[in-house]
Every structure is written in structure tokens, then in C-alpha cells.
């Protein structure tokens, strides 16, 4: 198999999201796009989705997946980070910034490989879910991508018993 690179799971993730969204948000509008090689801000502004974010101005982040869910006169964000390496406290840490700034209803980071040994203890033995919170009622959420089904296993979200 040929040596992966982290756009290679764009597409995927793409569509995965889409269908999460879509399922959860049955009566809005939902697009999904790899916004990896742009700003938050350009890009809604480019979309012109801008007019939906009064601070979009501030969104000076770069997500690699963005979901926008629009019903009526308002709309909402969605984060997908994606790493192939496991995920690090410090790749916490970026998403949960691009989070506090743009307060997505659904933020996520995702790996092939699952998560540090650092942050399972953290989660397992210290149980410092605290550190995902970036809102009042939302938090980042964790998961283990699977290649060969092209979604997230269900099993492996942390905070355990989470659903998408």
C-alpha cells in the first residue's frame, strides 16, 4: 500500500461528516469541505457563508474539515481535525482554540492510530474530561478512524458513551 498522507482522508471524512449532519440534522441544510489549505475566515467569506458569523472576521484558524449546517436565517458550524500519527495533547490543544474562537455545534479530531498514551491516561486514569470543554454544554470529541470503512469507530469516541 502506498505511503498515506492526511489528505487522503479528506474525502472520506467528508462524506462521513456529511452523513453524521445530515442524520442529526434532518431539516437544515448541510455542506461539508476540506478546508485545509484555507482560512475559516477566506473561506466563509469566499462561500458566502460570512454573513451567518457576526465575529467570522476572528476565525483566523485553519480546519481541515468544515461542515456548515444552515436552517432559516441561521447556521452553524462543524469541526473535523485530522492527524495520522496519534493524537497529542498538543493536537488537542490547536482544536480546542479553533473551538473556543468559532464554538461549532459538533467538534472533532480523529486518527488511524487513536490517541497518545499521555492522553488515555489523562481521560482513563485521571478522567480530566474537563479539558475538552471549550463551551457551555460542548466539548471536543475523540475518535479512532477506521480506513477500511471509511468512518469513526463508534467504540473508540472518548468521552466514552458519547454519539455522534
Not at 475559516?40 to 462561500?47: C, D, E, I, P, Y
Request: contains cysteine; hydrophobic residues 40%; glycine residues 4%.
Amino acid at each position: 500500500m502506498a505511503l498515506r498522507k492526511e489528505k487522503h482522508m479528506y474525502p472520506a471524512v467528508c462524506k462521513w461528516l456529511r452523513n453524521i449532519l445530515r442524520s442529526k440534522y434532518k431539516r437544515a441544510e448541510v455542506h461539508v469541505f476540506d478546508t485545509s489549505n484555507i482560512t475559516l475566515s477566506k473561506f466563509l467569506v469566499n462561500t458566502q457563508y460570512h454573513r451567518f458569523f457576526e465575529a467570522y472576521q476572528t476565525f483566523e484558524i485553519q480546519v481541515d474539515i468544515t461542515g456548515i449546517i444552515k436552517s432559516g436565517r441561521r447556521a452553524h458550524l462543524a469541526f473535523v481535525e485530522c492527524k495520522l500519527r496519534k493524537i497529542s495533547l498538543k493536537d488537542l490543544s490547536q482544536l480546542l482554540g479553533y473551538s473556543k474562537v468559532a464554538t461549532p455545534l459538533l467538534s472533532m479530531i480523529i486518527s488511524p492510530e487513536g490517541m497518545s498514551r499521555s492522553l488515555e491516561l489523562l481521560f482513563n486514569v485521571w478522567r480530566r474530561y474537563d479539558i475538552l470543554y471549550y463551551g457551555r454544554d460542548k466539548h471536543l470529541l475523540i475518535g479512532k478512524w477506521n480506513w477500511d470503512r471509511e468512518e469513526v469507530d463508534p467504540s473508540s469516541i472518548v468521552p466514552r458513551g458519547t454519539s455522534l
